[in-house]
């Protein structure tokens, strides 16, 4: 196989060297070009009759836009505070539980003389009295702000206000007649369209790179945007390049540079930007001193997968997993194991468009939600409220500790698909640390080898519906085991209760033969 290689790699080469050499006119080719007896080859100018014509729609070059619009983009050097234990193990990054023992510090140094971390990103300005654009997390809990402009500059900046679910922020430097861009609010980039994207990567301020819109509307599952439908873009954008702009071939802002995709931490051509529609409105609030507020109903939802929804006959929706409790959801009259399929008469086929449109609603609008529940369709309306600023904080539920781990205890109940499950009791709720508030049926035991345990069921797991209907004892789940059997279905969808919060799942069932 070695060999094999090698012969191909040298194949290769020599093809390359060849055509090069052809190219350069170091060799004739026979009947490559009979008409010319020195052999070389010359080049067509164009249809334009320029030395380097470009494809028909391409710019010339880049040079006079980025001349236009450079001045306006900025570097943004921040410090952070080192959060230092006071004593205890300082981790190893890479080698979780190992670690080496950290010194005693002083409570003087926790404090101003604690140590900082200097980091760096770009923005741009938006304004000619100091506004400037950049991400969010360029700086966050920054002490201090220092932005570089493009004449060799640097002043002190202040942090206006930020939003971290859309990664947007503005920082404000005293000054006048600064060169400032604006947002493109009327145009929407197509895929295809040339990019300009400007910034600082690793600190090399004034970097222009090229290249298209691969995408639009990407949601980029880090869970901590929610709000954004990102533009993909080719164009190379690197770490320090977070905050600068994407500017179209007019010199038009049309995204902001957020983040990229990549598994060795350098650009390989899948960067993502804010769409500009997403970040004036939200800048332009913050350029006031007003507060970022969105619609909130207080549930936690998913996507099902083709499977799942194959498994419970549901359509395409956003599936409520939980429901905080005292949240605006819980009080109209929403449930777990519920399906959205509609929000004021827009259908609804995923949970980000949930989401998304639930944020774009003002606090105290009426919402109306066209749900399945049981496998009937029917509409609630409900009071949308405040998005809180820790969402994670709000949705936690009043849930106990979780069950302690190998706590030795014998199953009791009856064994179905390999599941040992039983009806709540006081007993059982106090074993594995169960809220009142969870109703369902408690799993106290997995058979080894099983299905159920390959998938990762544990006892002290909650069978909380089973094919969307609430499942209370064991003949509740014996029966809708059967008929899922009697369906011709290979699995039965669940909403299962976790110490991490609900699950939605479908347990494969054993075959009838």
Do not use: C
């Amino acid at each position: 196989m070695l060999k094999r290689k090698e012969f191909i790699l040298g194949a290769a080469v020599g093809l390359t060297f060849a055509a090069a050499a052809t190219a350069g006119g170091v060799i004739d080719w026979p009947g490559a070009n009979a008409a010319e007896a020195s052999g070389r080859l010359i080049p067509s100018a164009g249809a334009s009759g320029l030395a380097f014509a470009p494809p028909q729609g391409a710019p010339l070059s880049f040079a006079d836009i980025f001349d236009q619009v450079s001045p306006a983009v900025v570097q943004i050097d921040v410090e952070t505070p080192i959060e230092r234990p006071r004593s205890g193990l300082i981790p190893i990054p890479g080698l979780p539980g190992f670690g080496f023992q950290a010194p005693q510090t002083p409570e003087a140094e926790q404090g101003e003389d604690a140590p900082t971390a200097q980091g760096a990103g770009s923005g741009f300005f938006i304004s000619a009295d100091g506004f400037i654009v950049t991400n969010n997390h360029v700086v966050a809990n920054a002490t201090k702000i220092t932005v570089k402009l493009s004449d060799g500059r640097e002043l002190p900046g202040r942090l206006v206000g930020r939003d971290q679910d859309t990664d947007l922020a503005v920082v404000k430097v005293e000054g006048s007649d600064f060169k400032f861009v604006s947002f493109e609010e009327a145009a929407e980039p197509r895929v295809g369209d040339w990019v300009i994207a400007v910034g600082n990567p690793f600190g090399l301020g004034g970097t222009a790179t090229a290249g298209i819109v691969s995408a639009r509307a990407r949601d980029i599952g880090d869970g901590t945007t929610p709000y954004t439908d990102y533009l993909q873009i080719d164009a190379a954008i690197n770490r320090g390049n977070s905050g600068g702009p994407t500017f179209d071939i007019y010199g038009r802002v049309i995204g902001v540079n957020s983040a990229i995709f990549s598994p060795t931490g350098g650009s390989v051509g899948i960067g993502f930007a804010i769409p500009a529609s997403i970040a004036k409105s939200v800048t332009d609030r913050l350029m006031t001193g007003r507060a970022i507020e969105r619609g909130y109903l207080g549930v936690t939802i998913e996507t099902l997968s083709d499977s799942a929804r194959e498994a419970a006959d549901l359509p395409e929706g956003a599936y409520v997993n939980s429901v905080t409790p005292r949240g605006p959801a819980d009080v109209g009259g929403l449930r777990e194991g519920d399906l959205v399929v509609k929000l004021n008469g827009r259908d609804i086929k995923t949970s980000t468009e949930l989401t998304r449109q639930v944020g774009q609603a003002a606090p105290g609008d009426e919402l109306r939600l066209e749900i399945v529940r049981e496998g009937r369709r029917q509409t609630l309306s409900i009071r949308s409220g405040t998005r809180p600023a820790d969402i994670q904080a709000a949705q936690t539920t009043e849930e106990g500790a979780e069950p302690s781990p190998g706590r030795p205890v014998a199953p009791a109940g009856e064994v179905i698909e390999g599941l040992t499950v039983a009806p709540l009791t006081d007993g059982l709720r106090s074993r594995f640390s169960i809220s009142e508030r969870v109703e369902g049926l408690v799993i106290t035991g997995v058979a080894e080898g099983s299905r159920a345990a390959r998938d990762g069921y544990e006892a002290g797991f909650v069978i909380v519906q089973a094919n969307l209907r609430p499942v209370r004892t064991v003949a509740d789940f014996r029966a809708a085991v059967a008929a899922a059997k009697a369906a011709g279905r290979e699995g039965i969808f669940l909403l299962v209760r976790t110490p991490a919060g609900n699950r939605s799942v479908v347990l494969e069932l054993a075959k009838v033969e």
